[in-house]
């Protein structure tokens, strides 16, 4: 049984930087993905990587501004975050893919099998 524990999260002012971490234990070479919920929102898609990195997805708002990577022989799942927005405060949560990769269905949170516990990403003025 795969468990995910993201990490790196924290107070940053707009226009900086963060990345995030997701360390999986377990078997891990799944597809994966990156999602966040904003209070008294839905939970949404951000980025998605397949199993050998040869594919990654992003939703409209972070295009350009960040960037989902992973390095398998350390388990790990990365966010690098740059020119962030207010919009993008929310707790960020990766989630692991079993299967194909199959680019409509990575953005649907239905599709993901397990989750870890998240991590608060708040973006002040």
């Known amino acids: 049984q795969v468990q995910l524990a993201e990490s790196g999260g924290g107070l940053v002012q707009a226009g900086g930087s963060l990345r995030l971490s997701c360390v999986a234990s377990g078997r891990t070479t799944y597809n994966m993905g990156w999602f966040r919920q904003a209070p008294g929102k839905e939970r949404e898609f951000v980025a998605a990587?397949?199993?050998?990195?040869?594919?990654?997805l992003y939703a409209d708002s972070v295009n350009g501004r960040f960037t989902i990577s992973r390095d398998n022989a350390k388990n790990t799942v990365f966010l690098q975050m740059t020119s962030l927005k207010l919009e993008d405060t929310a707790v960020y949560y990766c989630a692991f893919r079993p299967g194909f990769w199959m680019a409509d269905r990575q953005k649907e949170k239905s599709e993901y099998d397990g989750w870890g516990q998240g991590t608060q990403v708040t973006v002040s003025s």
């Open positions: 990587i397949s199993r050998l990195s040869g594919s990654t």
